[in-house]
Protein backbone atom coordinates (compact mmCIF):
# COMPACT_ATOMS: atom_id res chain seq x y z
CA UNK A 1 0.00 0.00 0.00
CA UNK A 2 2.57 2.14 0.88
CA UNK A 3 4.53 1.49 -2.51
CA UNK A 4 1.41 2.68 -4.04
CA UNK A 5 1.11 5.84 -2.22
CA UNK A 6 4.68 6.71 -2.85
CA UNK A 7 4.44 6.18 -6.71
CA UNK A 8 1.10 8.07 -6.93
CA UNK A 9 2.39 11.18 -5.04
CA UNK A 10 5.55 10.79 -7.85
CA UNK A 11 3.26 10.91 -10.77
CA UNK A 12 0.94 13.73 -9.33
CA UNK A 13 3.99 15.97 -8.46
CA UNK A 14 5.34 15.13 -11.99
CA UNK A 15 1.79 15.94 -13.59
CA UNK A 16 2.10 19.31 -11.31
CA UNK A 17 5.29 20.36 -12.82
CA UNK A 18 4.57 20.02 -15.97
CA UNK A 19 1.14 21.52 -15.90
CA UNK A 20 3.27 24.20 -14.41
CA UNK A 21 5.64 24.78 -17.46
CA UNK A 22 2.59 24.39 -19.91
CA UNK A 23 0.77 27.57 -18.37
CA UNK A 24 4.42 28.94 -18.10
CA UNK A 25 4.73 28.59 -22.05
CA UNK A 26 0.91 29.65 -22.44
CA UNK A 27 1.52 32.70 -20.62
CA UNK A 28 4.61 33.69 -22.68
CA UNK A 29 3.35 36.03 -24.90
CA UNK A 30 6.05 37.27 -27.74
CA UNK A 31 7.50 41.12 -28.37
CA UNK A 32 7.11 40.64 -31.70
CA UNK A 33 5.08 39.02 -34.51
CA UNK A 34 6.95 38.42 -37.69
CA UNK A 35 4.45 38.13 -40.34
CA UNK A 36 5.94 36.30 -43.86
CA UNK A 37 3.36 36.68 -46.79
CA UNK A 38 4.77 34.45 -49.70
CA UNK A 39 4.92 31.65 -51.65
CA UNK A 40 6.33 28.72 -51.81
CA UNK A 41 7.26 28.33 -55.39
CA UNK A 42 8.73 32.21 -55.30
CA UNK A 43 12.21 32.20 -55.13
CA UNK A 44 13.39 35.37 -53.49
CA UNK A 45 10.25 33.65 -50.70
CA UNK A 46 12.27 30.46 -50.83
CA UNK A 47 15.44 32.36 -49.78
CA UNK A 48 13.17 34.07 -46.75
CA UNK A 49 13.12 30.58 -45.14
CA UNK A 50 16.31 29.81 -43.70
CA UNK A 51 16.34 33.78 -42.55
CA UNK A 52 12.98 32.85 -40.80
CA UNK A 53 14.39 30.26 -39.08
CA UNK A 54 17.04 31.68 -37.94
CA UNK A 55 14.92 34.45 -36.60
CA UNK A 56 13.23 32.03 -34.45
CA UNK A 57 16.58 30.37 -33.12
CA UNK A 58 18.07 33.35 -32.24
CA UNK A 59 15.06 35.25 -30.56
CA UNK A 60 13.21 32.37 -28.75
CA UNK A 61 10.09 33.29 -27.87
CA UNK A 62 10.71 37.28 -28.12
CA UNK A 63 10.17 36.93 -31.63
CA UNK A 64 6.93 34.55 -33.12
CA UNK A 65 7.51 33.79 -36.64
CA UNK A 66 4.54 33.19 -39.27
CA UNK A 67 4.23 32.14 -42.79
CA UNK A 68 1.28 32.35 -45.07
CA UNK A 69 1.52 31.08 -48.39
CA UNK A 70 -0.67 33.34 -49.98
CA UNK A 71 -0.67 31.25 -53.70
CA UNK A 72 -2.32 29.09 -51.52
CA UNK A 73 -6.15 28.96 -51.75
CA UNK A 74 -6.51 28.30 -47.87
CA UNK A 75 -3.86 31.13 -47.27
CA UNK A 76 -4.77 33.54 -49.68
CA UNK A 77 -6.90 35.93 -47.79
CA UNK A 78 -3.92 36.97 -46.10
CA UNK A 79 -3.20 38.89 -48.94
CA UNK A 80 -5.93 40.66 -48.43
CA UNK A 81 -5.90 41.04 -45.17
CA UNK A 82 -2.85 42.62 -44.75
CA UNK A 83 -2.80 44.56 -47.51
CA UNK A 84 0.00 42.94 -49.78
CA UNK A 85 1.43 44.42 -53.16
CA UNK A 86 4.32 41.92 -54.21
CA UNK A 87 5.88 38.83 -52.36
CA UNK A 88 7.97 38.31 -50.40
CA UNK A 89 6.13 40.82 -47.63
CA UNK A 90 7.29 40.95 -44.38
CA UNK A 91 4.82 42.65 -41.86
CA UNK A 92 6.25 43.54 -38.18
CA UNK A 93 3.52 43.33 -34.84
CA UNK A 94 4.04 44.71 -31.86
CA UNK A 95 3.06 42.95 -28.68
CA UNK A 96 -0.50 44.31 -28.76
CA UNK A 97 -0.68 43.23 -32.76
CA UNK A 98 -0.37 46.83 -33.95
CA UNK A 99 1.84 47.00 -37.19
CA UNK A 100 5.39 49.04 -36.40
CA UNK A 101 7.23 47.65 -39.65
CA UNK A 102 6.53 46.40 -43.14
CA UNK A 103 9.22 45.23 -46.10
CA UNK A 104 8.96 44.13 -49.77
CA UNK A 105 11.06 42.10 -51.12
CA UNK A 106 13.86 39.65 -49.98
CA UNK A 107 14.84 40.84 -45.95
CA UNK A 108 18.21 39.85 -45.09
CA UNK A 109 19.16 38.47 -41.55
CA UNK A 110 21.19 41.06 -40.32
CA UNK A 111 18.57 43.90 -41.76
CA UNK A 112 16.06 42.10 -38.98
CA UNK A 113 18.18 42.03 -36.38
CA UNK A 114 18.72 45.47 -36.80
CA UNK A 115 14.74 46.03 -36.51
CA UNK A 116 14.57 43.71 -33.44
CA UNK A 117 16.84 45.15 -31.68
CA UNK A 118 15.82 48.62 -32.58
CA UNK A 119 12.65 46.87 -30.38
CA UNK A 120 14.18 46.32 -27.01
CA UNK A 121 14.87 42.41 -28.16
CA UNK A 122 18.15 40.60 -27.29
CA UNK A 123 19.50 37.79 -29.52
CA UNK A 124 19.85 34.85 -27.13
CA UNK A 125 23.19 34.18 -28.46
CA UNK A 126 25.84 37.13 -28.33
CA UNK A 127 25.45 37.35 -32.07
Known amino acids: MMTWVCVLMFFTSALAKDIQVKSLTSII ?4 TFVELGSKSCIPCRLM ?15 KVI ?17 IRLIPTQVFLNNAGKEFFRHE ?5 AEIT ?10 LNNN
Open 67 to 83: FYDVSSSEQSRYADLYS
Open 29 to 32: KPQV
Open 49 to 63: QPVMLSVERRFGTQV
Open 105 to 109: GFYSE
Open 114 to 123: KLLKSQGLKP
